[in-house]
């Protein structure tokens, strides 16, 4: 791994973590199949982590350079959360909290049937779904 | 270009790049998760229980580990992993209460992780141990996403980080069993309702026990020893 930045510690590095491997995984990829550049690099990130989006882009971009992924665009897709409730049985979308003071609606363990507590089911992946890169045309890979 | 019938047709050559897409299934937070199932197996071969603890700086877990530790050490052996980013001053005044102690000394400086404390693990006798507080970095932003092999998490909030502190950081919470509402003697003069933030835990998942405590006066301790050795 690169030697961390110097990210703000209030905010970034839980960021800085997850972009480090985000960088170190795709870079490992690139080599083994002999890419010129990556151009993107799409992510899966669950409802349920506490992963900020535009601060893993910013430390994305700030590690990045010199490396194959430099200027590698980053689409992070969204999946949906999901819980499964012990008590009732009631499986599907979480009960969402609007009183979070988070800028968005926050899903909760409660679950929407019965109110007590759910577990959760789906949306705590961050995922690396696809890469999309370019490769100088090889005759010696070609025929590998 | 080439000649068809007497038209000249442009052809497009093959650039020298050609562009692959492929899909992957590559989880980042795996190589951590799977290290930290591998902490938890250690621990439960040996019958250890591990508490992680997070909260803000100043929230007052060095303090409330301390005073735990000086409740239970002469019924179960207990042991401290600390994880202060910058000093051993949390360490040293744990230290006095002579049970092992590790400091985990981070290099990001954010947050512990599974394979620090499984390190640390590989420093302290588990034969002789019950129970390991993990006192987490102080900051409630990051380690949600870093499990360590714990077999419950505690959150410890206070007073006097003001009565937003949980719809600040909702996430904190849904992976915790217990929380902690500290420092609940300066509660009337900070005006802090401890029902207000009990409620806002219980909104995010009703099952956590909230436990009011003060260092000070001592109260919630008993309450919290008792949560910790049930777990």
Not at chain 1, 29 to 51: Q, S
Not at chain 2, 22 to 49: F, M, Y
Not at chain 2, 206 to 215: E, M, N, Y
Request: proline share 5%; charged share 20%; aromatic share 4%.
């Amino acid at each position: 791994m690169n030697s961390p930045q110097p990210c703000s510690p209030s905010k970034t590095m839980h960021e800085f973590s997850i972009a480090a491997a985000l960088v170190e995984s795709v870079q490992a990829f690139a080599e083994k199949e002999r890419a010129a550049r990556v151009i993107e690099v799409r992510l899966t990130i669950g409802e349920f982590t506490h992963i900020e989006h535009e601060q893993l882009r910013f430390c994305f971009q700030s590690i990045t350079t010199g490396t194959l992924l430099e200027n590698a665009t980053l689409e992070i897709d969204t999946s949906d959360a999901a819980v499964r409730c012990p008590h009732c049985a009631y499986t599907g979308p979480p009960k969402y909290w609007d009183g979070a003071l988070a800028g968005t609606l926050v899903p909760t363990l409660q679950c929407p049937e019965c109110g007590k507590s759910a577990e959760p089911a789906e949306g705590h992946e961050c995922a690396i779904k696809a890469v999309k890169f370019t490769r100088e045309n090889d005759p010696e890979y070609e025929a590998a | 270009m080439s000649e068809r019938a007497g038209i000249m047709i442009p052809t497009i050559e093959a650039s020298p790049e050609e562009i692959y897409d492929i899909e992957l299934e590559h989880s980042l937070l795996e190589a951590n998760g799977k290290l930290a199932v591998a902490n938890r197996a250690l621990l439960d071969r040996h019958g250890v229980t591990a508490v992680d603890f997070m909260g803000a700086i100043g929230s007052g877990k060095t303090t409330l580990i301390t005073k735990l530790v000086e409740k239970l050490k002469s019924k179960i052996g207990v042991a401290v992993f600390n994880g202060d980013a910058t000093t051993s001053d949390d360490a040293d005044g744990i230290a006095r209460q002579n049970v092992p102690i590790v400091q985990i000394a981070t290099v990001n400086g954010c947050h512990l992780d599974a394979n620090l404390v499984g390190k640390a693990l590989g420093k302290i006798d588990l034969e002789e141990l019950r129970l390991i507080f993990i006192e987490n970095i102080g900051n409630l932003i990051c380690p949600a996403e870093f499990p360590l092999g714990s077999k419950a998490r505690v959150v410890v909030i206070s007073v006097t980080e003001g009565p937003w502190m949980v719809r600040k950081h909702p996430h904190m919470f849904l992976g915790a069993q217990i929380v902690v509402i500290n420092k609940v003697d300066l509660a009337a003069a900070m005006e802090i309702s401890i029902e207000n933030l009990t409620r806002d835990v219980h909104t995010l998942k009703p099952d956590i026990q909230v436990i009011p405590t003060s260092t000070r006066t001592g109260a919630g301790l008993d309450e919290f020893a008792a949560a910790l050795l049930a777990i």
